[in-house]
């Protein structure tokens, strides 16, 4: 059975980075085609592609987020750690991990996500 | 970067009266096309990938059709459990960006 579990700040300041993690089971991301993504969702509004990691530790980013963010991995510890700096209120949002189909970008497994909010 | 458009934004349906969504790519992704479900607090649910094909566990009322820059997910006769937030996302290319939505309300 496949699980999937964000953890991190609930709130964060302006201009302070961001650092999440998932945690997950019932996959290895040391197998080949296995991926773990970030997808965020501001209150009220769509659903937002962040990151991918893939098990050859190859990475994918939002075009327009790519500058803010890191992806990597912990295999032996079964984590993926997403960091975003420079932080804004527009920032704001339910962040999810999720487990995509394969080597693909679409996701049968999520996470419960957790909602972070950028304020001071 | 493809551009995903559903319509209509909110779609006010009786129970058990069908219910058509629609997704348009402003480029063509092939069939690899996804649908998700999303309740309030919860996290979206895979419901169709590949465009049509239902994913484990998902009810036989949902069907997804279409292929290349439009497509439809229907909903054959609406259960209470089915009023939620439908989203649809092409994964042919990077980015894979989700759909505005469409909201699916109780009439």
């Known amino acids: 059975q496949i699980t999937l579990k964000e953890s991190g700040p609930t709130l964060v300041k302006p201009t302070q980075t961001l650092t999440l993690t998932c945690t997950f089971s019932?996959?290895?991301?040391?197998?080949?085609?296995?991926?773990v993504g970030w997808i965020r969702q501001p209150p009220g509004k769509a659903l937002e592609w962040l990151a991918l990691?893939?098990?050859?530790?190859?990475?994918r980013y939002s075009p327009s987020l790519k500058s803010r963010l890191t992806i990597t991995k912990d295999t032996s510890k079964n984590q993926v750690v997403l960091t975003m700096t420079n932080m804004d209120p527009v920032d704001t949002a339910t962040y999810y991990c999720?487990?995509?189909?394969?080597?693909?970008?679409?996701?049968?497994?999520w996470g419960q996500g957790t909602l972070v909010t950028v304020s001071s | 970067e493809i551009v995903m458009t559903q319509s209509p934004a909110t779609l006010s349906v009786s129970p058990g009266e069908r219910a058509t969504l629609s997704c348009r790519a402003s480029?063509?992704?092939?069939?690899?096309l996804a649908w998700y479900q999303q309740k309030p607090g919860q996290a979206p649910r895979l419901l169709i990938y590949?465009?049509?094909t239902r994913a484990t566990g998902i009810p036989a009322r949902f069907s997804g059709s279409g292929s290349g820059t439009e497509f439809t997910l229907t909903i054959s006769s609406l259960q209470s459990e089915d009023f939620a937030v439908y989203y649809c996302?092409?994964?042919?290319?990077?980015?894979?960006?989700f759909g505005q939505g469409t909201k699916l309300e109780i009439k």
């Open positions: 999720a487990h995509p189909v394969g080597a693909s970008y679409y996701f049968d497994y």
């Open positions: 019932g996959f290895s991301l040391s197998t080949s085609g296995v991926g």
């Open positions: 990691i893939y098990w050859d530790d190859d990475k």
């Open positions: 480029q063509s992704v092939s069939s690899n």
């Open positions: 590949g465009a049509s």
């Open positions: 996302q092409q994964y042919n290319n990077w980015p894979p960006p």
